[in-house]
């Protein structure tokens, strides 16, 4: 069983900055895809950034331009840079991972808080 566990999540001042980082019981190259999504306040589980094995990446719009997801090999980890945040930003932040492509299975951290506010 893949465990994931998410660390980095802390309480910052708008316009500060962040790094989470996500660490996997399986090698971070295994999977088809690794990223995180992040769930704030009465809101929808949304993803935030995707990296695949090729090292494709995908963000969503509203974090475009602040927001850049890596993979550190030596530590086996990826980790999401958060600058310039914002106070929509704050939410449980999640870490994901996909292994499969005709059977799927996605595998899910237990998430760390970000908060964002003055």
């Known amino acids: 069983q893949v465990q994931l566990v998410e660390s980095g999540g802390d309480l910052v001042q708008p316009g500060g900055s962040l790094r989470l980082s996500c660490a996997s019981s399986?090698?971070?190259?295994?999977?088809?895809?690794m990223g995180w999504y992040r769930q704030g306040p009465e809101k929808e589980r949304d993803m935030v950034a995707i990296?695949?094995?090729?090292?494709?990446?995908n963000y969503a719009d509203s974090v475009k331009g602040r927001f850049t997801i890596s993979r550190d090999a030596a530590k086996n980890t990826v980790d999401l840079q958060m600058n310039s945040l914002k106070p929509e930003d704050t939410a449980v932040y999640y870490c994901?991972?996909?292994?499969?492509?005709?059977?799927?299975?996605?595998?899910w951290g237990q998430g760390t808080q970000v908060t964002v506010s003055s």
């Open positions: 990296i695949t094995t090729v090292g494709r990446t």
């Open positions: 399986g090698n971070i190259f295994s999977f088809n895809a």
């Open positions: 994901y991972a996909r292994r499969g492509l005709d059977v799927v299975t996605d595998y």
